[in-house]
């Protein structure tokens, strides 16, 4: 018995190793720049556990929508355009975001106001990072790497 692998947990582990590896593309230097001019200034005013959970709800957004990005490059080879492929996963955008804000609690730590705004960022961050996963993943994936 001790020779049967489990295939669900052979499954997360793939997907957990995939996500390192992607992961490592991001660039941290540009992640820098956008939160010292976007979200610094909106999370300036927020008390140290605000503040916290909101760049951690962030960070869960840019990395969560890189990896979607590099998964999405997939569909790419099976010749549908990037539009096409950001039409088709519009629908995950919202419920991924909605999701990770309730796992980060984001309603419930700020005021409807700030829960808004970071909303908006939010919204930004994995559009744009998503396209830069998308990248990314091409290119892992022209190298045989993804």
Do not use: P
């Amino acid at each position: 018995m001790d020779n049967i692998v489990s295939f669900e947990q052979w499954s997360q582990n793939k997907v957990e190793l995939l996500k390192e590896r992607v992961v490592h593309g991001i660039d941290r230097e540009e992640v820098k720049d956008y939160y010292r001019s976007i979200v610094s200034h909106s999370v300036g005013h927020m008390t140290l556990l605000q503040r916290y959970t909101v760049e951690q709800y962030l960070l869960e957004v840019l990395s969560e929508f890189f990896y979607l990005g590099a998964q999405a490059s997939k569909q790419y080879r099976l010749k549908r355009t990037e539009e096409e492929i950001e039409q088709s996963v519009s629908g995950i955008f919202f419920d991924k975001l909605c999701t990770l804000a309730a796992e980060f609690h984001i309603n419930r730590y700020l005021g409807e106001w700030d829960a808004y705004s970071i909303s908006i960022i939010a919204e930004d961050l994995a559009a744009k990072w998503f396209r830069k996963g998308f990248t990314y993943g091409q290119k892992l994936r022209k190298l045989r790497l993804l």
